[in-house]
């Protein structure tokens, strides 16, 4: 990732109803960088979402395209207010971050983390000592795909789920981000074929980066999954399918997932709340996925079907 001097960030509340919407025109810019988000006691009905831009962004632009989108979705426009420190429903506030604070921050945020039997840290911060687990070296200076999130901690819990039951010999990590996810699998068994995509250029770099990290084999591994979809896309191919993205996309995928799985093969969709899963769970089952495991953490649900 090219350096910086600083970043924008955009914090805001966004009703639960339409923050899928939201997050997916937040997404589209081509100076984002990530985004988090999460339930607040105090407003259940909201996510607070903190949006992380390149300095080049036009945020005036961002916002405007934010409640215009709002407006048509029949929800009042959001008042803008410069760096405020205290963030209310129904204002939207901007501020600069520093570079190196960004990073201080995240080496604060992500200290290492075990999740199953994996080890994951930063190696600019942390150290590996800890020799009966499975190190996996994430850059803690990018803030997603970090493995802190419940759909990331839960995806690793599920991948590691399905190789207890069988032997993943080609994987395919949809919509991988940081890479993490296949770097997981990978690091398990690294006999295994594992694919990483992603429709984000930003992203493709990012996995690039972390899969040589791990001593991974990158090249001829990870693509765009728009423009170089013919490298990727074989049919009744894949063992096993992770996909931690939205709900979005995933209404939409399950033709495509159910294309490229082989008979008994494992499917592990992330990024759905509860009030979402029944309409994927009842989608899924027309193209013969059935639930194998289902996870839910903070109301985030992750899902691994066993397709028939």
């Known amino acids: 990732m090219k350096a910086k001097d600083f970043?924008?960030?955009?914090?805001f509340f966004v009703e639960n109803k339409i923050m899928q919407i939201i997050i997916d025109q937040i997404e589209i810019n081509?100076?984002?960088?990530?985004i988090n988000y999460n339930r607040r006691k105090d407003c259940s009905f909201f996510f607070y979402l903190e949006a992380l831009f390149y300095k080049e962004?036009?945020?005036?632009?961002?916002?405007?395209?934010?409640?215009?989108?709002?407006?048509?979705?029949?929800?009042?426009?959001?008042t803008y207010?410069?760096?405020?420190?205290e963030i209310h429903v129904g204002v939207l506030s901007s501020k600069k971050v520093n570079n190196q604070d960004w990073l201080l921050a995240n080496k604060h945020v992500f200290k290492p983390i075990i999740i199953n039997n994996y080890y994951i840290y930063d190696e600019n911060y942390y150290s590996f000592?800890?020799?009966?687990?499975?190190?996996?070296?994430?850059?803690?200076?990018?803030?997603f795909g970090s493995g802190y999130h419940e759909t990331t901690r839960n995806c690793i819990n599920a991948i590691s789920n399905i190789t207890k039951k069988k032997q993943i010999n080609r994987f395919l990590d949809y919509g991988t981000g940081s890479g993490i996810i296949g770097i997981c699998l990978n690091k398990k068994n690294q006999k295994s074929k594992t694919r990483y995509i992603d429709n984000d250029y930003k992203a493709i770099q990012l996995a690039?980066?972390?899969?040589?990290?791990?001593?991974?084999?990158?090249?001829?591994?990870?693509?765009?999954?728009?423009?170089?979809?013919?490298?990727?896309?074989?049919?009744?191919y894949?063992?096993?399918?992770?996909?931690?993205?939205?709900?979005?996309p995933l209404k939409n995928l399950v033709k495509e997932f159910s294309l490229l799985l082989r008979k008994n093969s494992y499917l592990i969709i992330?990024?759905?709340?509860?009030?979402?899963?029944?309409?994927?769970?009842?989608?899924?089952?027309?193209?013969?996925?059935?639930?194998?495991?289902?996870?839910i953490e903070n109301n985030w649900v992750t899902i691994i079907f066993r397709k028939k």
């Open 30 to 34: 081509k100076n984002f960088i990530c």
């Open 81 to 85: 207010i410069k760096n405020l420190d």
């Open 129 to 143: 000592e800890k020799q009966t687990l499975i190190p996996i070296k994430i850059n803690a200076s990018y803030a």
């Open 7 to 11: 970043f924008v960030c955009l914090s």
């Open 238 to 248: 894949y063992d096993a399918i992770v996909a931690n993205i939205l709900f979005g």
């Open 208 to 236: 690039k980066i972390n899969i040589k990290k791990n001593n991974l084999k990158s090249q001829g591994n990870i693509f765009h999954s728009t423009r170089e979809r013919y490298k990727y896309h074989k049919e009744n």
């Open 57 to 78: 962004a036009n945020i005036n632009e961002i916002i405007e395209k934010l409640n215009l989108l709002r407006v048509s979705l029949e929800y009042k426009p959001l």
């Open 270 to 295: 992330s990024g759905i709340l509860k009030s979402q899963k029944n309409y994927i769970i009842n989608k899924y089952r027309k193209f013969n996925f059935y639930i194998y495991t289902i996870y």
